[in-house]
Structures are given as C-alpha cells and as structure tokens.
C-alpha cells in the first residue's frame, strides 16, 4: 500500500485548514478535499473573520486556550509576511464596550492577542451608553481571499479537489480508509448529529475606508469591523432560524444600532447585503470514532460545530484534528507515514 486514502468532507475554513494541515505534514497520504460548495459559497465567505471568541462551556480552557493560540499565531504570522494580500490576513486594532461592568473583564484569551487592556475614560468618552471597554489589537481575515489562497496552498501540497454532495458517509466507505467530517451544519444530517443547529447572522458590507478601528458591543449582536474591500457592519444572533434571505428588519436594526456606536456610518454607501447560518454546538466535536461502513471499520475524525468561532479557531482545532488522523495512522498496521 502506497498511501492511506483520506478524505475531508467540507471546505469551509474549517474543512479548508485541516485538509492543509493534513497533506502538508503527511505527504504519504493521498488526500481529498471534498464538498458542496467551495468559496464563496460557503458560511465561511461572509464573516467578519475577526479572532475573537467566547468561552464553550465543557472543553477545558488549556485546550481552547491552545485553540486560540495556535490559530491566531499561525494568522499573524501570515498577517506579517508578504502573503498578507493575497490571503487577505490583517491586523486589526479596536474596542469591545460594555453598558455595564463584565463579571469576567479580561476574556481567556486576552494575553494571548496584542496589546490587551482596559479602555481609558477618555476613549470611553464617545460611547456614553456604555461603561467598561477593552481595547486591543487582534487578526481579521477575509475568508473570501484566505478560502482560495488555503485550496491552492492545498493543491500545491498535493492534495485533490472534487466538489459534490456526499450523502452519507456510507457512500464513502468503498473509496477511502480515513474520513474527516468538516461538514459544519450538514454534519446534522450526515451523521445525524441532533446537537448541531443554525444560529442565524445577517451583516451589510459597507464602503467606509475613513474607519479603521473596530467597535464591537460586549452583548456580541453590535459590530463594526472595517476590513480590506469594506467594513462589515452586523448583526443577529437568531437561533434555530434556518432562513438565508436578507431580513429588511434586520437591516434597518444593524443599521440603526451600528449609527449610534459610529454616526458617520450614515453616510456608508451599502456594497452587499449577507446572511450565514453558523453552525452552532454546545461544544466543537473535535473527536474519533470508528464507523461501520460496508462491513468495514473505518475511522472517522469529526471537526465541527464551531458556532461563531469559526475562523478564530479553524487552524488550532485542524492541528488537532490531524493528531487525530495520525493516532489513526497508527493503528493502520499497513500504513506508511
Ligand atoms: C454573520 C456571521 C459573522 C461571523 N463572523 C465571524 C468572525 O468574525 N469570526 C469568527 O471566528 N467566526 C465568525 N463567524 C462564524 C464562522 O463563519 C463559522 O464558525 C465558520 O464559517 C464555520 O466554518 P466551517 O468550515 O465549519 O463551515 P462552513 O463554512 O459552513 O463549511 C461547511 C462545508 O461543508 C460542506 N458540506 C456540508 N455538508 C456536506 C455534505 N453532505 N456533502 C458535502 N459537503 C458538505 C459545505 O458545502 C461547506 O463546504 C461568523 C458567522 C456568521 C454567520
Ligand atoms: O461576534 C463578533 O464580534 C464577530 C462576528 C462573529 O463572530 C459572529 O457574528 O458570529
């Protein structure tokens, strides 16, 4: 046997990071990236692509604090390279303001990004709705550059494309001997996972070049994050809520509240108008498990259910689902790495 076949299913940032991470560090493998959609079709397109995230309530906080680390080192790293433009990864430097005093004011992640403090009364100054603030500077990434320049880094390794539906994972058990499911929302119905749901999220894209720094309201629903081609201004958190047209209520909401963070806002011609459905999950499954599949055993790597978080913790949870993969590997007696 030459080579373990292996398949990733999805191409999202999540699907897109981990087929990366995988044919890049076992080039012994002959590995697939397969999906329905690919950018910029995909939830992963639309995000703001800030690196910020909340908390999941059951994973240790070691482990998504490495989550965190791994992947904003990693986006740094590109941010400070020449590869910046065309992966479309910046440096983004802004406010998180809060109407009343947080429990927690320094989030678990506060001395793993840049510069991490409290905003001083001065610069609290233009928000007086708003009490307590944290000023720092993070990474933003445009997923509709940062998609394509991964499937290429992808291809380069070596790896192979191939775009359609996969029904069941049953459908793939004939043509591969490791499956990694990066399915996002359609892990629901691939592999039956009841615990995964849609959080709806509607944002606009906005010509406003004159902004620079991003201002997001504690309560995660106000955001404005000014980016490479537009400033993407949001949102909604609609739970369960599985439409995909934009809501005119919602637009003139986001329009309302992000006006009264940033005044000139009004005067933002709209580029775009967006929804996405984030796949949400109580926790991430970032697991294995073996699956019965044409009378075969076949490990199976689940990398989903990364709700808001996506493209804060894609390359951290791809790292970890490929020392998933290789405890696989080793359990494949006929398995060359
Ligand atoms: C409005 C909004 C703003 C956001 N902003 C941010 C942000 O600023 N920062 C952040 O970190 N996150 C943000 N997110 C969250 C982020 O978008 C998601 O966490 C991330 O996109 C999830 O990536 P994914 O690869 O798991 O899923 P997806 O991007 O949805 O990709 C899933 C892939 O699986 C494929 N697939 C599914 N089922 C099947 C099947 N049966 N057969 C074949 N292929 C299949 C799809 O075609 C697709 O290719 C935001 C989300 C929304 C909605
Ligand atoms: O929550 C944020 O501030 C960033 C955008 C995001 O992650 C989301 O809307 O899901």
Redesign the pocket.
């Known amino acids: 046997m030459t080579g373990v076949r292996v398949v990733v ?8 990071s981990t087929a990366v991470c995988i044919a890049e560090s076992l080039p012994l493998c002959s590995v697939t990236l ?5 950018s910029p ?13 909340a908390p999941f309530p059951d994973i240790p906080l070691e482990r998504q604090r490495r989550w965190f680390k791994d992947s904003f080192d990693h986006l740094l790293a590109i941010a400070q390279s020449q590869h910046s433009p065309d992966a479309g990864v910046i440096l983004s430097s802004g406010w998180q303001i809060f109407k009343e005093v947080p429990a927690t004011k320094e989030p678990y992640w506060s001395d793993l990004v840049i510069g991490f403090r409290a905003m001083t009364d001065r610069e609290l100054k233009r928000f007086p709705d708003h009490k307590f603030g944290q000023a720092f500077t993070t990474v933003k990434c445009e ?1 509709s550059s940062y998609l394509p320049w991964l499937e290429e880094r992808f291809r380069k390794a070596g790896g192979r494309v191939e775009q ?4 069941s994972l049953q459908a793939l058990g004939n043509s591969f001997d490791l499956i990694v499911n ?6 629901k ?2 592999v039956g996972d009841a615990g995964v749901y849609p ?5 606009l894209k906005v010509e406003a070049p004159w902004l620079t720094h991003f201002i997001r309201d504690g309560d995660g629903k106000t955001y404005i ?1 000014p980016g490479i081609h537009s400033v ?1 201004i ?2 909604t958190r609609q739970e369960e809520d599985w439409r995909l047209h934009v809501d005119r209520g919602d637009t003139a909401n986001i329009r309302e509240r992000c006006g009264r963070l940033e005044p000139s806002l009004k005067k933002a011609k709209v580029l775009a108008e ?6 949400s999950r109580r926790n991430p499954r970032v697991e294995r498990e073996r699956v019965l599949l044409q009378g075969r055993s076949v490990p199976v790597v689940h990398n ?11 390359w951290g949870t791809a790292l970890d689902a490929l020392g998933l993969v290789r405890q696989c590997l080793k359990e494949m007696p006929q398995a060359k790495l």
């Open positions: 299913v999805g191409a999202g940032v999540v699907g897109l397969l999906a329905e959609t690919f079709d995909t939830t992963s397109d639309g995000a703001a692509g800030i690196a910020f995230a997923c359609r539906r996969v029904s990066c399915s996002g929302l359609g892990s119905a691939l959080v709806r999220g509607q944002v994050y993407t949001g949102g967006w929804v996405g459905l984030r796949p989903y259910g990364h709700g808001g978080w996506g493209v804060t913790i894609a």
